[in-house]
């Protein structure tokens, strides 16, 4: 019995293999070449990923408005302002923060009046504003990530649907069985074929 199903998987992969007369190879050129015949069709790639990619990381929403994906660019720009503003409130947390911990612990009680408010009340506790400090400093980084993140995931984001722009979504896809016979095994088979149209 099992080597029945062996012959039989091989008989069904043999005839698919060789029932096709004419094969379409898509190639990232945007051009259809048919394997057995010579016939060459070039059409028109209006979605290219390879552009969408580049002009994502020069301009962020440049490669969505590239596939016309227009309502993409507020949320990019929303997520890219968002973590710049965290960036810069991060920045001057740390920086008050870095020169208030500096005047706590000199020496120098006379320059007390320099710390700013929130820092002001425990300037006798210069350990609390280290604490703070290296907190926001973690922030700052975070912040920077974030950011790069964002706007990674918008370079990344109009590759895929450049690539998923031609992906046919309609009715018309089926998969179904077909019988034949291959000239160059001389046998016939069955061929499981996935028909685009």
Same mark, same amino acid.
């Given at each position: ?8 998987? @091989? @008989? ?8 096709? $007369?004419?094969?379409?190879?898509? #190639? ?7 394997? $057995? ?5 070039? /059409?028109?790639?209006?979605? &290219? ?8 990381? /020069? ?26 503003? @965290?960036?810069?409130? &991060? =920045? ?6 870095? #020169? ?5 612990? *000199?020496?120098?009680?006379?320059? *007390?009046? =320099? ?8 300037? &006798? ?28 995931? &918008?370079?990344? *984001?109009?590759?895929? *649907? ?9 009715? #018309? ?20 074929? =996935?028909?685009?149209?």
């Amino acid at each position: 019995m099992k080597y029945r199903l062996i012959i039989f998987f @091989l @008989l069904i992969s043999g005839s698919s293999a060789y029932s096709q $007369k004419d094969t379409l190879v898509f #190639d990232t050129t945007g051009v259809i070449q048919k394997q $057995k015949g010579i016939e060459k069709v070039k /059409i028109e790639s209006k979605y &290219n990923p390879k552009v969408a990619i580049r002009r994502s990381l /020069i301009l962020p929403g440049w490669g969505q408005a590239t596939n016309k994906k227009y309502w993409k660019i507020p949320i990019v720009y929303g997520g890219l302002g968002f973590t710049t503003y @965290l960036f810069f409130r &991060n =920045l001057n947390q740390y920086k008050d923060s870095r #020169d208030a911990y500096r005047l706590a612990t *000199d020496e120098d009680e006379s320059n *007390d009046y =320099l710390i700013k408010e929130p820092y002001y009340t425990v300037r &006798n506790q210069p350990d609390r504003i280290r604490v703070f400090r290296n907190a926001v400093r973690q922030n700052l980084d975070y912040s920077v990530l974030a950011f790069i993140a964002i706007w990674g995931l &918008n370079v990344a *984001d109009a590759a895929v *649907d450049a690539h998923l722009k031609t992906f046919d979504v309609s009715d #018309d896809l089926s998969l179904f069985l077909k019988g034949g016979y291959s000239p160059m095994a001389k046998t016939n088979g069955i061929s499981l074929i =996935l028909q685009i149209k």
